[in-house]
């Protein structure tokens, strides 16, 4: 019995369809990859974006006094001006941590039930060889505790890297005479991955909760 | 056709494709659902947030209601704050929300309820502290709570922890302000000082604090000075803390810094030519320069005085009228309408349909009163004005849907005996008077600890809280109502010497003396009393043919044949008395505006002129005093301690709170003369008297023992400056703990007390659906 055969031209014919197949099913699967890795990677974004928020908003929220120069009260209109690179665009705030446990009448009159500690969110340009201009900002949180008479004690700051990548960072409060103390926190927040085109941006505004103890 | 069976890959390879493509989608349902599950649980976690918050704002919003509330007593247990037992509470918000609010009932333990889809569940308690002697003004047994709330949507659980300080605005503060707290008073070129001692200052959008000065900081002659003495703290919420000029304060030791003896520096410059946005600078706006301004507070004084930037914000919240009302209608005494007609000022739009409550002058028995049934549970309302003065016999609540005119002395109370015979023995430290003293002569104050004792028989004060929809308003116009107790026993001296046919001043002087017992001898026969009377009233200015009728009258009665012994002085002197307050109010209960208009000749403002006279040299001849005399200086007024020689101040103790908001003309800076919630001597358009002692800086005092609450909540009628000013007084307020209610160890619980919280510390932590199911 003669067995039949492809032809050569048959087997050409499929192994270039079968060429362009998987050509193109791997140009997809490629394409999908890609994009899912930039999906991820932005989504890294907005998460690092989100999180570094949510941890200011915490910190701001458990704050007692925020510090009325840090950020400076701004104009409306001069809201759209501001950089990241201003001298006082900087969010200072005290955090008392509160013994309660402790009855302050127990005390020895040179004591109080609670301890204090400056914090500091601070931008500085990310520091490589080749730094430029143009070169991302990285948030520095920084936390000093405040001796008996309210002052700094540097010798136990501590200091880290909240945030790198970032494009701008603004602190700011707006003037309205109809909010109470100096108004709400505004933190406008963008970063994006370094020579891509995606950034996030994100403006909040928060409130601090607690108050400064009054003796 | 005989089928062909032919070999290929074609279910391979759609096998394949088909697996890469299960693989992306579900590598995409996967990431999608990942997206959407965080979104889902990120919005879950901010809405069981929100309802922790919520919990946490009900129970503000029923402490608000009664700042006793709480569900469970607080214990501490090593380093951790517990919930002990639950207490019995009752709730009282109304479920009247569009968000779907309600409480559960119940009324012990802890308080639930949902919001929208979510529920949530807090507990509150007292911290148990003990109460700090160190802060008179502060009972720190009750100052701080535990809060702590769980909010719960589906199955997600947030928490807040927190500690809320309690405070009574009214109790605590000695001066609040729901606005801009002023403490610049006074005028310029005069050389008086003002006294602002113990307590706190607090001005809920700004305090200004300063020496009446002007011409831009550059005045050649400023005025009268402030003196902050022993306060506890100076405080705004919502603003700055403005000194104008240099001014003189203690502080009060606190845990963990030193006390403060010295001068704050002025931190401020009043800008001259500033703008204002609201139109509103002839009634309290600050300047548009000054807004958001928070000057800088010198470091040795921040542990007392405090900006909007420490978070010590207590905003105005009002009284609640209905309920006192009610108390009024059930057991105490309500009045629809007024008895009397009160003439004020023109500002004031009288004359006021007014009920007139005078509790009489108590111990002293000088004078009556007219509030012959004092109602059981103490509390007076009216949906007019009242007026009030007199020393009432227990606690009191006095409320008024219009304004409350204090018009005279108010609680302070005195035995009726010995040294306190006429009055509170109001003597100084040795080398002091009333004009440089910050306070009273300590040892008599210690009397003053009477009033705290429970079931004590006699107090100088009682529990008084003076509630104004509109204002609170010190009428010190007429020094017959404020100065009464100095006046009275300088009478009897003046008598003692008039009836005398020998006037003997040594037997004159025991009148002055709580151990004197004088012995007057008059003329043997009524003509020689007579003529010696005539004397008198000529000398005094008084033609009162019944004055003469009931001074022979004593002198038949109660004089043994001429000889006037304390008690037959005493009733000589209420007749006199008598007559010289119908002589200057032509026979009316108040004296809010003098009968007469020629001061000179009025039998009061000689016996003013003299008494004031004496008080500077104890050795002059009164007789040869016809008219006013300037003391040189306020250090020139002699006054001893141990006699009834009394410098007239006009003394209003107790809890003072006014509702409306700023009516007077009132520029706010220290360049112009402020006008407060009072009414006084004004030389031509205020309607006052024209009693001139009252121009000097060394005139009339007005002390107030208590606090002063100005919640500026309600619009009214607003006063232009020519139509209520006058001449201000020597101001001493002083917040004094034993006044009853400012430090009541026993309070026990009153939901109409105002009250403020202020949240010190917020966390806000993840918890379990078990956890909350526990709770």
Redesign the interface.
Known sequence: MKR?AFTLTEVMI?AII?VL?LTS?WRV?SS?QRN?KT??EN?AINDAL?RTLIKIT?DV??A?????EYPP?YEESDIAGLKTEDEKNQLKFIK?D????I?????D????NYTANQVVYRLEKEVEPTATENSKWVMIREMTPLN???EPVTSGMTVYTVLSGIDECIFYRV?D?ET???GNIFIKLRIGEKDKKYSNESIISIK???????? | MKKMNRKGSAIITAIGMGIVLLIIIAAVFSFSRYRTQTVIQESKKVKALALAEAGLEVALGELFNNSTFQTHTVKINGEELEWESPQNRECSLDANSDHGFSEDSGNSGTLSGSLGDGKFKVRVGTIPYQDNDKTKAIDESKAYLRVESMGIYDKTVRRIIAVVNRRFPAREFLMYDGGILSVVYGQRGESSINTFSIGHLYGHEGVEISQVINKSHADPNPGTKQKIFNIDAILSGNGGIFFYSDVDATFFHKNGTEGFNGTIPKNYTFPSGGKYPKGEEAFGEMPEEMQNVTPEIPENIKAWVKDKNSGISIPPRAPSFDDYKKQAQNGGAYYSSGNTQYKVTPGFGGPLNAVYLDFGSGGSKIREGNVNNFPSNGVFYSDKDIVIKGNPPKDVSIVSEKNIFVAGDFNQNCSGEGKERYCYPQDYPSGKNALTADDYVDTYKEDFKKDTEANGSFKYHVAATIVAKERVVFDHRSPVDCCENELYPFLKYELAKAISDQPNEDEAKKVLSPNGNPNIVASDSIDGFKANIATFTDKFKISDSSLTTDMENVYNNKSNGGKFDDAALEELTKVTWKAFKNQYTGGEDYTGNAAISDVKKCAVDLLLFKLRAKMCNENIDTDTVTEFVEPDSPQSIVDKQGDYLYYPEMTTNGMFISCGKQNNTFYSGPDVDKYFNEIGYSGSTGGGISNQWYKSPKGLLHRTFGTETNLRLYDVKRIPVSENTYYPPTRKKVYDDTLLKLDDKDYSGNNLELSGFVVLSWQDLGATEEEFEKF
Request: charged letters at 35%; aromatic letters at 6%.
């Open positions: 039949k499929a079968l197949l099913l699967f999908t899912a999906v991820m989504h989100d915490d929220r458990e007692n006094s925020i510090d009325d009260l008392v509160y013994k309660f446990h009855d302050p009448s127990t005390l009159s040179n004591k109080v008996e008479n309210r003037k005479p109470s103390r100096s601090e909760r607690g108050a400064m103890p009054e003796s």
